[in-house]
């Protein structure tokens, strides 16, 4: 009987200290049992706009579009995320040859590599925006 109740205390121990273990920064326990908060990675430096478009237009526009005076706006650190943002303006050929006009794109750069692209939308601060040509 004393070796039943010996175990179940044990067990119990075991279990209440392994739950400390999963305690998170907050939690009213000592320090030394607290999960360490996760480390923020620094700000990325701004990008260089222009080189990148200019290595990676591929990416942002369609070959078969013939970009054509192509103007890139400053970059902007993204609302959500440690990325930036940066609008690109550029005279394009629709599939058939006939001319698109300016059309305007997101692109979302991180890690100095364009990652994501998309057609600028009217809350979209493109239009305000000043560019230079590349």
Do not use: N
């Not at 205390?9 to 939690?27: K, P």
């Not at 996760?38 to 013939?66: G, H, M, N, W």
């Not at 959500?80 to 940066?86: I, L, P, Q």
């Not at 998309?118 to 239009?127: K, M, Q, V, Y």
């Amino acid at each position: 009987m004393l070796r039943i109740i010996s175990h179940a205390a044990l067990l119990g121990g075991a279990l209440g200290l392994g739950a400390c273990g999963f305690a998170d920064s907050r939690a009213p326990v000592p320090e030394f049992m607290r999960m360490k908060e996760a480390e923020q990675p620094p700000p990325e430096a701004p990008p260089d706009v222009k080189r990148l478009v200019r290595e990676q237009i591929d990416v942002v526009f369609l070959a078969t579009s013939y970009p054509r005076e192509v103007h890139v706006a400053p970059p902007r650190r993204e609302v959500r995320g440690t990325g930036w943002t940066a609008c690109v303006r550029a005279q394009l050929t629709s599939a058939t040859g006939t001319p698109l006009g300016a059309q305007t794109y997101v692109v979302t750069i991180s890690g100095g590599k364009i990652v994501d692209r998309r057609r600028a939308e009217e809350d979209d601060i493109c239009r305000t925006e000043s560019y230079e040509r590349i």
